[in-house]
């Protein structure tokens, strides 16, 4: 594994956890790669029936990408396999939880939303702040599906994040809990499921987002030509420059 994420298995529970705190567990290359690690040694791994994924600390589940790494590499169409997004990119038949601490931002967002289940801290706040910075966010496509239309397209375009307990309203999270209560919740639901008849756990998943196969198949590639000029725009490249320069953006609209 990647010195940034660990994987860990505690009475069949898998934890997969971003271990970057000094960066608000930012997705940088060694986190994605321990993230691909993490998530495909869990599909292996016939000791462990559910996996949470969280964050080290308390300030950040994942704050999105490393946009200082991003304005280095002049990052433009981020690759199919930049983050693994269970559902999407990587096939996870086991049951997922993310246990939110502190915020998940853009692609921080984007993990949580594809875990199966959410647990929040009271801390957690979850945004898609994409806008801000002027790069794209295709993998909320899905969003629209877990949450109201309307929330999902002022998430996007406010860039303005909302809390545990809002997003505890909305249903895109199933609880909210005390800092200090997040991981034994996690640990509890993850042993909850594991006391059920895995076959049923399984096709239950499967069912569920049979509902929804409509949306994650038919739009997606769609999804992902809208936003692939603004990933090749000068504002996408602008906006990691203007975070590491630590100055406002000046956006052109090209």
């Known amino acids: 594994m990647a010195d940034d994420v660990r994987y860990e298995v505690h009475d069949e529970v898998a934890w997969l956890t971003i271990d970057r705190p000094e ?18 040694a869990f599909v292996g791994d016939d000791t462990a029936g559910v996996l949470v994924l969280t964050g080290a600390g308390d300030a950040a589940f994942c704050a999105g990408g490393d946009l200082k790494e991003m304005a280095e590499q002049a990052l433009e169409v981020p690759p199919p ?6 559902g999407r990119n990587i096939d996870v038949p086991k049951p997922t939880i993310a246990a939110v601490n502190g915020v998940a931002l853009a692609g921080g ?3 949580a939303q594809y875990c199966d289940l959410c647990i929040a801290s009271t801390t957690a706040r979850f945004g898609v702040t994409e806008a801000r910075v002027g790069r794209g966010s295709p993998w909320a496509t899905p969003l629209p599906w877990l949450i109201p239309p309307r929330v999902a397209l002022e998430l996007q375009v406010t860039a303005e994040p909302v809390d545990a307990v809002r997003a505890h309203q909305l249903g895109l999270v199933n609880r909210v ?30 069912t569920v987002y049979l509902a929804a196969a409509a949306l994650y198949g038919e739009v997606q590639d769609e999804a992902d030509a809208i936003w692939e000029p603004v990933y090749r725009s000068a504002d ?8 590491r320069a630590k100055r406002p953006p000046r956006w052109q609209g090209r």
């Open 236 to 243: 996408a490249q602008e906006g990691p420059a203007a975070f």
């Open 23 to 40: 960066a608000r567990n930012a997705l940088s290359r060694s986190v994605r790669e321990g993230l691909w690690e993490g998530f495909r």
């Open 109 to 111: 967002f984007a993990l």
């Open 81 to 86: 396999d930049f983050v693994p997004l269970p």
């Open 177 to 206: 809990v005390a800092p200090d209560d997040l991981r034994p919740a996690a640990q509890a639901m993850a042993r909850t499921i594991l006391a059920n008849a895995p076959l049923s756990v399984r096709a239950a998943k499967r």
